[in-house]
């Protein structure tokens, strides 16, 4: 008796469902394929090795000699430049290479130090801010300028543009510019002009001197 009453309903709801668990399936496969195609776009670049060195300046104006310099706890291979002679704020902070900004606004908090608050509150991370990009992997860094970037995210600058200028914003003791050079994610012992800089951990305090060659291309 029960028999015939319960044949009929299994039967007509898997019909109906199996198109819907194929369309399901179909869907699951497309959404791991773009899974994968999305894990190979991201990693492949990753795992590609990084171009050569490029030539990279000092980040400040040709001919003048700079201080470069680290102390204890700072970060192996940032190095902190500071000027040997005249004012020191708004000093103009050069890109040390071509490339593109990718990078430039505000890290952590600004604070309040300036040329007429040289003591004002004491800010977060890197204050104002720049990132260049410059292919095959290379990247520059500067941080706790002054006032705003003059350069703008996605904007091709030149070796030598300015692209800032240097204050103490952020978590920052006193005017300077703090400077990175990275290889992928990885930072690097800073080279200038084809030179290393020596300054390789921050173990120790070092202040070392150089003169930049960060000058304009001769036309
Ligand atoms: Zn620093």
């Given at each position: ?100 900004v990718?990078v430039a ?24 801010w720049v990132k ?10 500067y ?6 970037p ?13 692209i800032g ?55």
């Amino acid at each position: 008796m029960l028999g015939p009453v319960t044949t009929g309903r299994p039967t007509t709801a898997r019909s109906h469902r199996r198109p819907r668990s194929r369309a399901i399936r179909v869907l699951l496969a497309l959404v791991a394929a773009a899974a994968v195609l999305g894990v190979a776009v991201v990693a492949v670049p990753m795992l590609r090795p990084a171009g050569p060195r490029p030539l990279f300046q000092m980040p400040v104006t040709c001919g003048e000699t700079w201080q470069l310099s680290t102390y204890p706890g700072h970060d192996d291979y940032d190095v902190d430049f500071f000027p040997t002679e005249g004012e020191t704020w708004g000093r103009p902070v050069l890109a040390s290479y071509a490339g593109t900004v990718t990078v430039a606004g505000i890290n952590g908090s600004l604070g309040g130090r300036n040329p007429e608050n040289p003591d004002g509150p004491r800010g977060r991370g890197g204050g104002y801010w720049v990132k260049i990009d410059h292919g095959g992997k290379w990247e520059t860094q500067y941080l706790h300028m002054l006032e705003p970037p003059l350069v703008t995210v996605g904007q091709k600058v030149a070796q030598g543009d300015q692209i800032g200028r240097l204050g103490s914003t952020g978590n920052s003791g006193a005017p300077h510019l703090h400077y990175e050079q990275r290889r992928g994610w990885e930072k690097v012992e800073t080279h200038f002009d084809g030179t290393p800089s020596g300054i390789t951990t921050d173990e120790r305090e070092q202040i070392l001197r150089r003169v930049s060659n960060n000058c304009p291309a001769v036309p």
